[in-house]
């Protein structure tokens, strides 16, 4: 990838959690280790999906890239422009070209605001040049183009379902015309049948606007859909990092293969329930070697010692000591 | 008028029209209020005037209680000669007052701390916390004791009778910031680690900006109902105060010095005195109690869902 | 004689002025180590029925009409104390929350042969026995070890696995799963159904699975209930219920699944959202959505009616199940 087309940059990334209060009479706690030495790239244009079970770091990569987290080690760069360490002042134009829709449609939408509120605050403050009436014609555009009647805007968010305050939370993200939106499991929380209108409002966006999404989810068959490039995260690490179709025509992580396999099929076979594969290591005390050994079914010796890095192995780059035998 | 509607058709209006204890301790607390603000109107006479006062009228029963009684004087009249039920009525006023004042203190001081503590985080919040718990360690009244009694001795009894309700009320209402700080900042690291907050600082907004608009006005519920108690507390601290004689001189009493002054009287027969204010401070203060369980019931956001 | 039969059953929640009603007329029935999974929405009543079941549900809700029958008893006329004996006994449950089974403050081993002895008469050993054998069952690596664990020790897949062996402890003819695995990361997940499907098989024991996931019920139950604002849309068995839905709602849902649909394309959607129990719309509850409405659906609610092998409530299955 050459370095014209890279949207987002994230190199050598670590961030640590100290699980204890940093007050004057605080006790020393322990350190959680959600993103271990992460790079990834992000091209324009792209659908960049990022799997994993919870705790894998997925959801702390996306609020680190929004500034919501600070890093412990490494650099995030947008359009070759270092975000990470920058001021507040110097990061505000940053605020407009990135957003950010959330997991939790219910907590996501202040509750004492309208939503004409709720909408009109991100442009008034980074456009405070606009009247009020460009302000309420670009409401009204943003509200229409993801679907959702005007007649909401003097309503307050407990009016509404969760599929409807997801579509408003998108639409207050796009308010202010970014280029790049993180969603955080923005379908988790939604019920199936409102599931399919909210990605289909996302793809929709995607389409009009231009949009790049750094799309985090757990679920792999949305991503299957969605995505246009995968990166499967387990333990604060990317396992396997390939193109959408690439992985899941052919898995080569052990990880990505057992995750594939708990999709379930709706072929109208039965669940087969073979071996358990143990349970998920906490981050506090990581594993030593590849984060994945203790529930690997190919792990040897050498995954107990060796951390594997990421390397290029059949058209995908797999983080495995043996990516050349799992296919 | 849209808006006086909605809130008329609300479901808070529903259940305070179901509750019968909640209108009658509404009605009450409003009667109360409004007497009391109105007392320069309406009472017959101004305790404090002393050309009002004739201390050949002093220690007369109440109407009902037999001959002695003088038909100017409804509930009687105290040692002084004042009449009683102007008396209380104007202490009844000063009890308020200083009530509703030192809440608003309260609200003030613990809200503000409460809001940077629980937004800011670290350092500041543990300082704020620390010095929350070590005013808790010690009781209300004996602060309050202590600090009157320090300005008494220094201003004298002469500017402390001027200044008593200054004084009372930044007493009483230095005294118990904590409670407001405590329950502002649990409410605001609750707040703070919702969507939404993370939203206003994906969009940039300046820190003041996401306390002050998006994380203050969501906790304001739990501020509403723990005021009811604290206004209760304060007119009791206030009353407890005076009756020690460390709140409202005599010449301006409230109800507190009121039912302390009545005391000394009471063996000798005079009942009054210390009897009608008492019960005027028990239903007060239990009108504005029950109004705030009846608050707290409705805001439960437990009860209220769904 | 089915083993558990639902008939009209009718729950309402009187709500400050108004009563909404959660479910209407909803009948079932779940044979001898039958699965049936109830799929719906939340606030769909799926939770509501199981609860009634048990006579669990939470106040001011009641059951206001239609009958229970298990084992030959109508559970509406057993009282509280009577119910004890079939509840988690007879029939057990499993919840969202392991939490809301175990005591933090107990150890694994403790719950459990306090569960056994309330249910049987046995002794401390052999209800230590047979507790260690269920977590065995369950697959839990040295069960002997986790018999004395506090379940905050425990993983979260572990935990539910804890508590399918407290539910299987008395040998219950039924055991009710509301979201079983909800809470679960993906790959327990499926674990976790497997092993409940398996343990179902091998001890003959029914299961009412109660999820929104229809891919996860096709993969598990013999037999789907379809519910829609607190009625039934559909019921039939799994197979054809997905390969062949005759319900607009029931074929809407398994459409819009990515798993249906062309990676990359839009997918196939349902407008609008389910409407909350105080307003739900005169005649068939669905027909803001549906594509298939008419007048009639308008103004007339449908009556479950039987069609092949399924039982639905639409004035246009025909149609549907053409299209």
């Not at chain 1, 993801?146 to 579509?167: A, D, K, M």
Request: hydrophobic content about 45%; charged content about 20%; proline content about 5%.
């Amino acid at each position: 990838m050459s370095d014209t087309d890279g949207l987002l940059k994230i190199d050598k990334l670590h961030k640590r959690f100290r699980l204890s209060s940093d007050g004057w009479f605080g006790a020393k706690g322990q350190v959680v280790n959600a993103i271990n030495d992460v790079s990834l790239e992000i091209t324009k244009g792209e659908s960049f999906c990022l799997v994993g079970e919870s705790g894998c770091g997925k959801s702390t990569l996306a609020r680190t890239v929004m500034g919501l987290e600070t890093t412990s080690a490494g650099s995030i760069h947008y359009m070759g422009e270092r975000i990470d360490n920058m001021s507040d002042a110097a990061r505000l134009p940053y605020r407009q070209r990135m957003q950010m829709i959330f997991q939790n449609p219910y907590a996501s939408l202040n509750p004492r605001m309208t939503i004409s509120q709720t909408l009109e605050e991100p442009l008034r403050f980074h456009r405070p040049d606009l009247s009020d009436t460009q302000v309420r014609d670009k409401v009204v555009e943003v509200m229409e183009s993801v679907g959702n009647n005007t007649s909401w805007l003097s309503r307050f968010p407990h009016e509404f379902s969760g599929g409807q305050r997801q579509r408003i939370s998108i639409a207050r993200a796009l308010m202010v015309d970014p280029e790049f939106v993180v969603a955080d499991e923005p379908i988790s929380a939604l019920d199936v049948s409102i599931q399919a209108q909210v990605l289909n409002v996302m793809m929709d966006a995607r389409d009009h606007r231009d949009l790049t999404y750094l799309f985090i989810t757990h679920d792999l068959s949305v991503v299957e859909h969605f995505g246009t490039r995968v990166a499967v995260m387990y333990l604060g690490v990317v396992c396997e990092l390939a193109e959408t179709k690439t992985l899941f025509a052919s898995p080569r992580h052990p990880y990505t293969q057992l995750l594939l396999s708990a999709i379930p099929k709706m072929d109208g076979s039965e669940m087969t329930h073979d071996r358990m594969h143990g349970e998920v290591p906490s981050a506090m005390n990581l594993p030593t070697g590849c984060v994945f050994h203790g529930r690997c079914p190919h792990a040897k010796d050498v995954c107990k010692t060796d951390i594997p890095t990421l390397r290029q192995v059949a058209g995908r780059q797999v983080a495995c000591h043996f990516a050349e035998d799992t296919g | 008028m849209n808006k006086i509607r909605l809130f008329l058709g609300s479901d808070f209006i529903y259940r305070f029209r179901q509750d019968r204890a909640a209108q009658g301790s509404f009605t009450l607390f409003v009667l109360f209020v409004l007497f009391a603000f109105a007392a320069p109107l309406i009472s017959p006479f101004d305790p404090y005037d002393r050309l009002q006062i004739d201390l050949m009228d002093s220690e007369l029963p109440p109407l009902w209680q037999g001959e002695n009684a003088d038909a100017r004087f409804l509930l009687g009249t105290d040692a002084q000669g004042r009449d009683m039920l102007s008396t209380i009525l104007y202490g009844t006023r000063i009890s308020l007052i200083i009530g509703f004042c030192a809440v608003g203190l309260q609200i003030f001081l613990g809200v503000s701390i409460g809001l940077i503590s629980g937004y800011v985080g670290g350092r500041i919040d543990s300082f704020f916390m620390r010095l929350a718990d070590i005013q808790l360690s010690l009781s209300t009244l004996m602060i309050a004791i202590i600090a009157s009694a320090v300005f008494k001795a220094s201003f004298g009894s002469e500017i402390y009778g001027d200044m008593a309700i200054l004084v009372l009320v930044l007493v009483i209402g230095i005294a118990e910031w904590p409670q407001y700080a405590r329950t502002v900042r649990a409410s605001v690291l609750a707040e703070r680690s919702k969507e939404y907050v993370d939203a206003a600082r994906v969009i940039g907004l300046p820190r003041w900006r996401i306390m002050f608009r998006h994380v203050l006005p969501n906790t304001l519920s739990p501020i509403l109902v723990i005021s009811t108690v604290q206004i209760a507390n304060a007119i009791i601290s206030e009353a407890a105060l005076s009756f020690l004689g460390l709140g409202m001189p005599v010449n301006k009493p409230s109800l507190g010095s009121l039912i302390s002054s009545g005391f000394e009287f009471i063996f000798s027969g005079s009942w009054w005195i210390t009897v009608i204010p008492s019960l005027v401070l028990v239903v007060l203060i239990l009108s504005i109690n029950l109004l705030g369980d009846w608050l707290r019931d409705v805001l439960n956001p437990r009860l209220y869902k769904d | 004689m089915a083993l558990l039969e639902i008939k009209n059953l009718e729950v309402q929640f009187p709500l400050g002025r108004k009563t909404l009603q959660a479910i209407h007329g909803l009948s079932f029935d779940l044979d001898k180590g039958e699965r049936l999974g109830i799929v719906g929405e939340s606030g769909a009543g799926k939770s509501v029925a199981a609860f009634s079941i048990l006579k669990l549900i939470a106040r001011p809700g009641r059951i206001s009409g239609g009958e229970v029958i298990f084992d030959g008893q109508d559970l509406a006329l057993l009282s509280q104390e009577e119910m004890r004996h079939i509840r988690g006994n007879r029939i057990s449950m499993i919840f969202q929350d392991p939490m809301m089974t175990l005591n933090p403050v107990l150890t694994v081993g403790t719950q459990m042969t306090e569960c056994l002895k309330a249910h049987r008469d046995i002794s401390d050993s052999d209800a230590k026995r047979i507790a260690i054998d269920k977590l065995a069952e369950v697959k839990i690596p040295s069960p002997q070890e986790r018999f004395g664990n506090y379940p905050h020790q425990l993983s979260g897949g572990m935990r539910q696995r804890v508590v399918i062996a407290i539910a299987l402890l008395t040998d219950p003819a039924v055991i009710i799963a509301d979201e079983p695995t909800t809470a679960l990361d993906v790959t327990i997940q499926a674990e976790i159904m497997g092993l409940m499907l398996d343990l179902c098989r091998d001890h003959g024991v029914a299961l009412m699975l109660i999820t929104h996931d229809l891919a996860v019920v096709s993969q598990v139950t013999q037999k789907i209930c379809v519910l829609y604002a607190g009625r039934l849309a559909e019921q039939g068995p799994t197979r054809t219920l997905i390969a062949a839905p005759k319900h607009p709602y029931t074929r809407g849902l398994v459409k819009a699944l990515p798993q249906q649909n062309v990676p990359g394309t839009r997918l196939y959607q349902i407008p609008g959202s389910m409407p909350t129990l105080d307003d739900v719309p005169p005649g068939c509850a669905f027909n803001p959505r549906c594509s298939f409405a008419d007048d009639r659906c308008r103004r007339e609610v449908p009556e479950p009616r039987q069609i092949g092998t399924h039982l639905v409530a639409c004035h246009h299955a025909e149609t549907v199940a053409a299209a």
